[in-house]
Every structure is written in C-alpha cells, then in structure tokens.
C-alpha cells in the first residue's frame, strides 16, 4: 500500500484532521497532534479478540506516523524555497517598475503630475495600494504570476484609460508537484518567465565539464579477468601512475596477488579485505580505470551503492559502447584527464527493491538494486506466459502477457533493450525504456517514460508460475504470485569520462559497435528526372 492510500484510509478511519499550509504542507501543530493520536492508541491496553484487519490498521497508521514526520521535516526546505522565488520576484517587479519610472522620466509624465495637480500623487499610491492588494490575493504569499512578472511593454501612468489599451495577458503560475524529496529539486534552474513567454534557461543534456580543484590524489583500477593483455597494460598503469605521477593505487585483491606474483616491486599497491571497506571506496578513491569492455564498466558500477567517482573506460573487450578510450595511448589520456577540465556523460542508474507479498509494508524490501543497463523480469525455465501487471505512479499502465519486460536506462538502450526491438537513446536524455519480450501482441510497443516516475511490476496471484528478476545479468531473484518489484531513478549516476564529448563518442559507438545505417551508396549513373 502506498503513502498516498495510507494517507486516505487514516482520513476515512480516524478522527484528527491535518490541515494544510499555502505551500500545500501539513502544519506543524496539527502533525504533532496526529502523532501524538497515534501514539495514544498505541498505548491502549489490547482488547481481547482482535480480529486482522484491526492489527493491519494498526500497521496503516503507524507508517502514517512515519510518513507525517517526513512531511515536518521538509516543511523547513519548502519554506526555504518559497523565501528564494520570494526574492526573485521582488527583484523582477523592482527592475519593471524602475524601467516604467525611466519611461516616465523621459516622456516628461514626472513634471505634469508634479506641476498640474499634487493631488493626483496620493491617488496613485491609493491605486498603488490596491494593486498590491489584488497581488496578495491573486498569487498567494509566495507565488509568482504572470501579471507581475510579465508586462506588455507599455507604463501604466493612468489606470483611468485602461479600456484604450490592449487587453492584458490572463495571469497564470506554474507549480511543480512535489510527492517526495527527490521531485522538482532543479525547478529553478529550468523555466524563465522572461518577456511574457515560459521559455527553459538550462537543460539536463547540456554537455558537463568536471574540473579538478585539487590534484586527484588515489586511483583505482579495475581490471577484466582472465586476460594476460589485460595484466600486461595494467601492471605498466600502475608502475607508470606511481613513478611519474606519485599517485596511490587501489586494485582488487585478486589483481594484486597477480601484481606481488610478478614482483615484489608492487608492494606499495593497495586493496581491501572485506565489504565493508568496499562500501568506503567513494570517500577513498579520486578516479576510477577500467581496463575491459562494458562488462567491466558495469562491474565497476555496482560496486558502489552511493556515490561514484569519476571513470576513465579503456577497451579491451569485444564490443564497448561505454568505453571510448583506446588503451594503447592510456599515457596521454590519463595525463589529460588528470590535469582537466575533461567532458564527462552522467550515466543514470535505476534503484530497484523488492516486495515479497508476505510483507506488512512497503518498507520491509530487498534491495536496493542498483542497475546501470537494465533489470529484467523474464519467465525462466517456465513453459507458461508471464503475467506482469504494471503500474506507473500507481496508474495502471498494461499487463505484460510474453516471455518479460526489460526496465532499462538510456545507457543500456544499446544492450538487451536494443535486441528487444527498443530504441537507442543517447545516454544524456534521462529516462526509463519500458520494453516487452516477445509479447504476444503486435501492437505492444516499447515506451519511454520521464525519470521521475517510480514503476511497479507485480505478478498477479493468479498468475500459472513464477518469474523471475535479474539486475544487470546478476543478483537474480524468484518472484512468487504476489510479490513485486518497485522501480526508479537513483540519485547517484556513474560519471563516465568522454574521450571527445557525450554526443560524439555515443555516435561513435553505434557506428563502429553496431555499424548502424551501413550500406552501399545508391549508384548515380541511372535514370534521371527530366
């Protein structure tokens, strides 16, 4: 069950009310009486002959009581932003009215109100005074509106002869929904009401630059297993990053005992020796390498559950779409990328829990997951259909009858997506591809849904076997009937470096990876139109 469900049946059930601020937040004081209502009626003695659905209201109102302290605790953000638009138009009204007051000047309209009638000063500013009124009601406290910061070009000197003007544009504002932390947090730097039209002042594809304030001090290598090319290049990286760079190198364990086995020369390398310092790597390392294909880039993704430092792809695999860096040259690429600044592409991840149907609640989950190409729902050994029923944002969306679906990011539109019959997607554009296996539909075709959505893939009860999940190839986990996977953007992308920029080097790779759009020239030597 879902907060918003949550939500309304406390309303229907309980007698307490919340009531809601201009901002569209519960007040504080009304938040500390429902919690303290909740906690009253935990405290009462148990009656006896509690049937179920008294216990499982029960667990309903207190993830209320869970949910109404996140509420309280994002009051003081909210606040925070209403206070900066707050600002923002104060300026803007500010600039329009001076530039109404220079317009004035210049028309010689200061001097005829002056000297022809005094008395005409205090009924502007009685004018005045109502406009302001008519703000205050029309946006609220915090609101911006398109009569105050959209003007038509003309001074408003004489409010008595508005019917010889041009009618107005009809105000409007712009709101953003915001159903958690995550929602509307670049809205600021998105939409400009500049000159009467809602234009965008900056977008997320834009290309991204990182330059270094401070020297990288640690690198970590990762390397692809199996392969004496791959140990030949590393061991001369490492030999070459501490000689005439003076960095610190972390590897795998694995690497360094190949490293010690060849000379003791590499003592100096470091590693680690459990998890838990794995799960420490981000606060360590400065840059990450990788000397592989994909597969490595995607191993070395998922070995970081939050944050994830820069990463410099060397190929050596067979076929890298993420790897544009060459390794023969890794010399004039590294040092390039030390120095800075160097173009970088943020590769989105999904976040991805599980819901076992003997849940109480939506908090007892598995996972996170964290995918970097895709998580797939497939039918597994069984002979039957998958029945999948999906949800976006609890808005049912179809019921999925074939061999699975594929939840994939723009970065893996390239891989399992791709042979699925989706669509490539430059990885600057974020998104989730919704793509079916093998439906048994002609007309179910693949979607791309915004990223802030939060997908939900249930298997029905009824449903004739299991299915089951795997994320990026690995971690695969059964579903029964009534389990579920909930889906959505992570907050942490993967920073991978560009050898020349996001756009270049993705076309580069459908090119050479995929030969896209290759074949012969038409001849030029046939019939011609007259």
């Not at 932390?181 to 670049?186: D, I, L, P």
């Not at 390397?223 to 000689?243: F, G, H, Y």
């Not at 939840?407 to 042979?419: D, F, I, K, P, R």
């Not at 997908?455 to 994320?471: E, M």
Request: hydrophobic fraction near 35%.
């Amino acid at each position: 069950m879902y907060p918003c469900e949550l939500t309304a049946n406390s309303n229907r059930n309980s007698s307490p009310t919340c009531s809601q601020t201009q901002n569209g937040y519960m007040d504080s004081v009304s938040l500390l009486d429902s919690e303290k209502v909740v906690k009253g009626f935990f405290q009462q003695q148990p009656v006896n002959g509690v049937d179920e659905h008294l216990i499982e209201f029960s667990e309903e109102l207190r993830t209320i009581a869970k949910a109404l302290r996140r509420v309280a605790e994002g009051k003081a953000s909210a606040q925070a932003e209403a206070a900066e638009w707050q600002r923002k138009y104060e300026l803007e009204r500010a600039r329009n009215l001076r530039k109404e007051h220079e317009e004035l000047s210049s028309r010689g309209g200061h001097c005829d109100i002056t000297s022809e009638n005094p008395g005409r000063i205090s009924d502007q500013k009685d004018m005045t005074s109502l406009a302001n009124d008519q703000s205050e009601r029309c946006c609220g406290k915090h609101g911006i509106c398109s009569h105050e910061v959209l003007k038509d070009g003309e001074a408003e000197s004489n409010p008595m002869v508005v019917h010889n003007k041009i009618a107005k544009k009809a105000c409007f504002r712009l709101q953003w929904e915001c159903n958690d932390e995550k929602n509307g947090q670049h809205k600021h730097d998105v939409v400009s009401f500049e000159s009467g039209n809602i234009t965008t002042a900056a977008r997320s594809s834009k290309q991204i630059f990182l330059k270094w304030e401070s020297h990288p001090q640690t690198v970590l290598i990762l390397t692809k297993p199996n392969s004496t090319s791959v140990q030949a290049i590393c061991a001369e990286m490492v030999r070459w990053l501490k000689d005439r760079k003076k960095i610190n190198v972390y590897v795998e364990p694995r690497v360094r005992t190949e490293l010690l086995s060849e000379s003791s020369y590499f003592n100096f390398v470091q590693t680690w020796e459990d998890d838990e310092e794995v799960l420490l790597l981000h606060t360590k390392v400065d840059l990450v390498v990788t000397l592989g294909g994909d597969g490595t880039v995607l191993w070395a993704a998922s070995m970081f559950k939050g944050p994830v430092p820069p990463l410099v792809p060397f190929s050596l695999g067979s076929l890298g779409f993420m790897t544009p860096f060459q390794s023969e040259q890794y010399k004039e690429y590294l040092d390039a990328v030390l120095k800075g600044p160097i173009s970088i592409t943020l590769r989105h991840r999904l976040q991805c829990h599980v819901v076992r149907c003997t849940a109480k609640d939506e908090l007892k989950t598995e996972g996170p997951f964290l995918v970097l190409n895709e998580v797939t729902i497939d039918r597994g050994i069984s002979s039957f259909l998958t029945n999948l029923e999906c949800y976006c944002d609890d808005s049912f969306v179809t019921l999925v009858q074939g061999d699975g679906l594929i939840l994939s990011t723009t970065s893996g539109s390239t891989a399992y997506s791709l042979a699925a019959g989706g669509s490539m997607v430059h990885p600057q554009v974020p998104g989730i591809l919704f793509t079916p296996i093998c439906p048994h539909s002609l007309s179910f075709r693949p979607l791309i849904l915004p990223e802030y959505v939060t997908l939900r893939v249930q298997v029905p009860f009824k449903s004739r076997g299991h299915t089951w999940a795997s994320f990026d190839g690995k971690d695969r986990k059964q579903l029964a009937p009534g389990d579920a996977l909930v889906c959505n953007m992570a907050p942490w992308p993967v920073p991978t470096a560009c050898q020349e920029d996001s756009t270049k080097d993705f076309l580069h790779s459908i090119h050479d990876g995929l030969h896209w759009n290759l074949r012969k020239n038409q001849s030029f030597d046939g019939p011609r139109d007259s």
